[in-house]
């Protein structure tokens, strides 16, 4: 750390830590020193970009922010992620997460799943549904994840409106929402508020079999009855229609001979679990792009300069 602030044109204390370096950039974090005495410190983050002058590497202040307290006790290292500078992608914080269901939440569960083993660089701070006897409030209700019901409805009255869901997920300061199963068109007031933060997963490769009642087996019977020979899961931006928000990525699968709904909702959920976490991982990293003509693109962590 000598060595580093010397880079830098400053003395660095002994509390800073180190957390992590890329080839354009670095990341220290630094407690505040007036608190030091405390056991409760506030952390800020702070970003050191590289120039290159001959054979030197020149370090400069980029950058900082304020993370939050944290025991200087017994601390653990927090989770941050680096990008080089040339890929116009900065660092980022871990990602706050709203997830909505309406049945048994396997792709809600695959991304809670990766966000544990932090394959997501983000948290899943609540679940909405319209069914709250379902699965997938009964998971987030075992993993202490808040569950709101909405819509409102004569059998949920109880259940939030539009406007108050709106308010909810802005207090919990959500940064994305992912559809995961939930049968109900999302209201224009959520899309206006979140605008190309919220994403859904669908079971066939749209525009193809999409739209007001394509969901579950019905989808997997129409392919089949169509003599497709090939379906998968679509993973999309949500506009304020069925299915027709811009398309993030696919997974083509391919449809046997004899096969039933059931089988080939099992091969394409199973492509589902992996696309989706796939998806959010570069959503959470702020690793999808948008080309002039409004098509999201994802870079690659390993090649920035590739987008796919």
């Known amino acids: ?102 049945g048994g939440g396997s792709n809600f569960k695959a991304i809670h799943e990766a966000a544990k083993e932090g394959l997501v660089h983000g948290d899943i701070m609540v679940l909405v549904t319209d069914k709250p006897g379902c699965g997938g409030a009964e998971y987030a209700r075992d993993n202490q994840i808040p569950v709101i019901v909405f819509p409102r409805s004569m059998s949920s009255p109880d259940a939030v409106s539009a406007a108050e869901l709106v308010a909810t997920l802005r207090n919990f300061e959500v940064d994305f929402l992912l559809l995961a199963g939930f049968l109900k068109l999302i209201p224009i007031e959520l899309v206006q508020a979140f605008p190309r933060s919220i994403l859904n997963i669908h079971p066939s490769l749209l525009p193809a079999f999409g739209g007001k009642g394509f969901y579950g087996l019905k989808v997997h019977k129409a392919v089949i009855g169509s003599g497709a020979r090939y379906s998968g899961p679509t993973v999309h931006f949500v506009d304020e229609r069925y299915d027709t928000g811009r398309i993030v990525a696919q997974r083509v699968v391919p449809v046997l001979a004899d096969d039933t709904a059931e089988q080939l909702a099992a091969r394409v959920l199973h492509q589902e679990h992996q696309l989706y976490v796939e998806v959010v991982s570069a959503l959470c990293e702020d690793r999808i792009v948008w080309r002039e003509d409004g098509v999201p693109l994802i870079c690659s962590r390993e090649n920035p300069n590739k987008l796919y």
């Not at 509390?15 to 800020?44: E, G, W």
Request: glycine content about 4%; proline content about 3%; hydrophobic content about 35%.
């Open 1 to 102: 750390m000598e060595a580093l602030g010397s880079m830098i044109g400053t003395s660095l204390p002994s509390h800073t830590k180190f957390i992590s370096m890329s080839p354009n950039c670095l990341t220290i974090r630094l407690a505040s020193r007036d608190v030091l005495s405390h056991c409760k410190v506030p952390y800020r983050r702070q970003v050191l970009t590289k120039t290159f002058s001959g054979s030197e590497v020149v370090l400069h202040k980029a950058r900082s922010k304020t993370w939050g307290f944290e025991c200087r006790c017994s601390a653990q290292e927090m989770e941050s992620y680096v990008a080089t500078d040339n890929t116009s992608r900065s660092l980022t914080q871990r990602k706050r997460l709203a997830v909505f269901v309406s």
